[in-house]
């Protein structure tokens, strides 16, 4: 059974920084997955931040997050980051990770895509 939990969350002022972390069990990154970051706002759909390939190495972001946001892994501890920089008050919202088989350009940020969820860490920015 997949289990996903994330930490790191908190409140900052804008152009502060954040990293989140998603801990993974049940799975192993010596396998091929794709981890992403979503967000999510009351009344929102889920959308898609940033999602990693691991064992293939291809990542993907949203046009928002580019240049401030990297994502990354640690394969030792089976855990993903979300390095936040240059935050903006319109990235306040629920950070979730998630973890589908594969993914491409066409599917990495349609939650629909996703098998499993962790439960969420919330991210506020305040202007």
């Known amino acids: 059974q997949v289990q996903l939990v994330e930490s790191g969350g908190g409140s900052v002022q804008a152009g502060g920084s954040l990293r989140l972390s998603c801990a993974a069990s049940g799975i192993s990154f010596a396998t091929w997955s794709c981890m992403g970051w979503f967000r999510q706002v009351p009344g929102k759909e889920r959308e898609g931040v940033a999602t990693v390939y691991i064992g293939v190495g291809d990542t993907f972001y949203h046009r928002s997050v580019k240049g401030r946001f990297t994502i990354s892994q640690d394969n030792a501890k089976n855990t993903v980051y979300l390095q936040m920089n240059s935050l903006k008050p319109e990235d306040t919202g629920m950070y979730y990770c998630?973890?589908?088989?594969?993914?491409?350009?066409?599917?990495?940020?349609?939650?629909?895509?996703?098998?499993?969820w962790g439960q969420g860490t919330q991210v506020t920015v305040s202007s």
């Open positions: 998630g973890r589908a088989p594969y993914c491409g350009t066409a599917n990495w940020n349609l939650p629909s895509h996703y098998d499993d």
